[in-house]
């Protein structure tokens, strides 16, 4: 939408009143311009503003004069990079957590998922609801040692796991499987607790016959090709 009314997205042609003209006449004629993919801060506070983009900007004009993108390339660690984002205003530790994960897909940071973890409110609910006691681990100590045990437990229960081509679990992997865990479970178990107390479903299924074109960061490597055609030879 930005991109059709403005044209290309750049930060040197950027203009708050043109972005927030555009963003404000969609939300005025009853469009969404924010997913349900994460929960984010208002900051409405903090800005003295009204609606939930008219912080935002505001809060990338900062980080981009600031040079964040390029502080955050030369971050030694995924952790360092999560605490230059939590330094910001409205990011919190699951904001900030997913965020350098997603800008990791990218080429302008080269951290393994699994150098460090900070798990959200649904995975800290879906562990809460898959063990009786974590014997004194934290939630991210909990997640690590699935990841390292995958193999084994894998092993152990006779399941043939279907890999991402040779790719194991990552821990970001695994702090997304208890979340998932978390929401079916408020539906199927209602009677196991997690420490929210949460037992509503925000979001329904709603299925889309569109295709989707997957695309996975280079950087992992996968050898894509190969593996379908060994799999179309097998069958």
Sequence with gaps: MLEEQ??????????????????????????????AAYIMA?????????RKHQSHLPLLELMLLKGVPQRLAECSSM?????????????GDFLGYQLVTDLNYSEVTQFSEMEFTMP??????????????????????????????QEREFDRLGITFASLWGRKLQLIDIQNLFCEVDKYSRIK???????????????????????????YPPKWGLDIRSALQNSTLRH
């Design 6 to 35: 403005i044209g290309n997205i750049r930060y040197e042609t950027y203009r708050y009143r043109d972005y927030n003209r555009v963003l404000l006449r969609a939300l005025e004629s009853g469009g969404n311009i924010y997913s």
């Design 120 to 149: 959200g409110p649904g995975a800290r609910d879906g562990i809460r609801k898959c063990f009786d006691s974590v014997g004194g681990f934290s939630e991210a100590d909990l997640i690590r040692w699935m990841a390292d045990r």
């Design 79 to 91: 952790r360092d990079a999560f605490q230059l984002l939590k330094s910001y205003p409205l990011i």
């Design 189 to 215: 178990h209602p009677e196991i607790s997690g420490i929210s107390g949460r037992t509503r479903i925000k979001q329904k299924f709603r299925q889309t016959l569109s295709p989707i074109d997957y695309f």
């Design 42 to 50: 208002s900051g409405h506070k903090h800005f003295g503003v009204e």
